[in-house]
């Protein structure tokens, strides 16, 4: 199949040794929404299986659709979530506060800026940036913002480049390692960039909290690799690299900030110590905790469904709120179409006037919930933001509105 190709080997250590422990059908990508003109087109979809390696524990996806066919042009826009917009900016000053206050004239380099928001907040600080971003619509985005952006994807010739004539003292990758293919080439390109001094900070969703929160969702062809600490030590000691600290965030439904850098630049934080005997607890190596994760997935489908079908045979109008990316997986997988949802709405702009992959709901503005919405049922398809969004539709909710919020478990708020 053409832009599909199955691996046989873990991105990390090579093995063989690769189990299959989650099967969500054959999906459309998850951010390949349709022009009404492409409904009838057909689509292309590809395998979505998780794969766990009994050797270094990576759990991942070896079914890879190419990264030119997935984010050339994307739809997903940072600057579009309130939460996370905040998130950077605390972000950006904690970092700033930690490593860069007493720097001279340092840089910040972003591998994946998308359309620049976290490096708009460093600029902010009056710190000199530069973005990579391989979507050719945000990066022209962000240089149209003076967000220095290279339209690239990051690789160890663009860090050889870039080190030419500048030297990074921080870069930061959020929610973008677990999209990357080749980890090695980006380990090295991260070296390049670290040099002796530098330290490189990421953030990506925790695989304890995917398991224990059931958030299949969150599984799709652009995520790659599903992160603990235990692989990710694995990883960047084999470049002279080291996990100096890790801290927990709330974001993307539970995710870890893991900083690196050269050995002995730091002393290691007993957060990291800590993580990693969390890891073996909970049994991050051994297959049994996939398989009972495989198996709550298959009732969480049955009875989410069976949930939105009686509220139809109920007379209910069933709509859906927010328009992410882990909408599309959670639609297809629980053959949740056009006949049970009416439309979803979502504020991003790009998003509105188009139809979800596979399943194809239309996707409108927000003011149609006046129209349509108030006192019918919406699906929290962006249930990571819950507490968020239940606080801001009050008045809906106090006209008779309600919320099915489907994870971890299919309930009506």
């Known amino acids: 199949m053409e832009n599909y190709i199955l691996e046989r080997k873990c991105r990390i250590c ?36 998780l794969y766990w390696c009994s050797d270094c524990f ?28 905040s998130h950077f900016e605390k972000y950006a000053k904690s970092v700033f506060d930690q490593f860069l206050k007493n720097s001279n004239n340092p840089l910040v380099i972003e591998i994946g800026s998308n359309d620049g928001s976290l490096l ?5 600080l009056g710190v000199q940036i530069l973005g990579i971003e391989p979507a050719s619509n945000l990066a022209k985005l962000s240089n149209d913002l003076n967000i220095d952006t290279l339209n690239e994807f990051f690789s160890l010739d663009i860090a050889k480049q870039i080190t030419e004539s500048r030297t990074p003292s ?16 980006i380990m090295e390109g ?29 599984i799709y062809h652009e995520h790659l690799s599903y992160f603990s600490l235990l692989p990710l030590n694995n990883l960047i000691e084999q470049f002279g690299l080291e996990i100096f600290d890790v ?44 398989k009972i994760f495989s198996v ?46 009416e439309f979803i709405i979502d504020t991003t702009p790009i998003k509105q006037g188009k139809f979800t992959p596979g399943t194809h709901i239309p996707i409108v503005s927000p003011s149609n919930i006046m129209k349509k919405g108030v006192g019918g049922t919406a ?35």
């Not at 708009?120 to 902010?124: L, N, P, S, V």
Request: proline share 4%.
């Open 190 to 218: 991260i070296k390049v960039l670290i040099g002796k001094t530098g330290v490189f900070i990421f953030e990506v969703p925790y695989l304890i909290d995917l398991i224990k929160n059931l958030e299949f969702d969150t």
């Open 14 to 49: 090579s093995g063989e040794n690769l189990q299959l422990v989650l099967d969500l059908g054959n999906q459309p990508p998850a951010n390949s929404l349709l022009e009404k003109t492409q409904i009838n087109e057909g689509e292309l979809k590809f395998p979505l299986r």
């Open 58 to 85: 990576l759990v991942q996806l070896l079914d890879i659709v190419s990264k030119e066919h997935l984010f050339q042009h994307y739809l997903y826009m940072t600057s579009a979530s309130k939460p996370i917009v």
């Open 120 to 124: 708009g907040e460093f600029k902010k």
């Open 379 to 413: 699906l929290l398809l962006a249930w990571n933001y819950e507490r968020e969004i239940l606080e801001k539709e009050k008045e809906s909710r106090n006209n008779g509105g309600k919320f099915v919020i489907p994870i971890p478990s299919p309930v009506i708020k």
């Open 296 to 341: 709550k997935i298959g009732e969480l489908k049955k009875d989410l469904k069976q949930v939105l079908v009686d509220l139809k045979k109920e007379g209910k109008s069933i709509f859906g709120y927010g328009a992410p990316a882990k909408g599309n997986v959670l639609l297809n997988y629980c053959d949740i179409d056009n006949s049970i949802l």
């Open 247 to 290: 801290q927990k965030q709330d974001v993307h439904g539970g995710s870890i900030r893991v900083f690196v850098s050269v050995e002995n630049n730091f002393q290691i934080n007993d957060s990291v110590k800590k993580m990693i005997n969390d890891e073996h607890e909970f049994g991050l190596e051994k297959i049994d905790v996939y």
């Open 170 to 185: 921080v870069i930061v990758a959020n929610n973008v390692i677990g999209h990357i293919e080749n980890l090695h080439n």
